[in-house]
């Protein structure tokens, strides 16, 4: 069984920053690929960022790249989204995600483990 716990949600005005960070337990984390996803209220759960096991590799969504930065230290097992020019439309319960598949995996359903979110609000 694999823990995932995030933190760094908040309210903060559009154009700000947040860093998340998702702390892990339970299975060697350097196995996994990790996701972050978000959701909307009344929309899907939408993918945002992955990285792969080593962080050699990284993957955004079309909508944050250039602004959020995924990484992870596999000493410390966490994983970390960093959020500048945050906006509006990025408002959300972001999760982190583990997937043993060793793919880099955009989509809510191949994922093996969730955290239970954390709320990042932006006002304009």
């Known amino acids: 069984q694999v823990q995932l716990v995030e933190s760094g949600g908040g309210l903060v005005q559009a154009g700000g920053s947040l860093r998340l960070s998702c702390a892990t337990s339970?299975?060697?984390?350097?196995?996994?690929?990790m996701d972050w996803f978000r959701q909307a209220p009344g929309k899907e759960r939408e993918f945002v960022a992955a990285i792969s096991q080593s962080g050699g590799m990284r993957y955004y969504a079309n909508s944050v790249r250039g602004r959020f930065t995924i990484s992870r230290d596999n000493a410390k097992n966490t994983v970390y989204l960093q959020m500048n020019n945050l906006k509006p439309e990025d408002t959300a319960i972001y999760y982190c995600a583990a997937d043993m598949s060793s793919l880099i995996l955009t989509t809510p359903s191949a994922m093996n483990y969730w955290g239970k979110g954390t709320l990042v609000t932006v006002s304009s």
């Open positions: 339970g299975r060697t984390f350097s196995s996994f690929v």
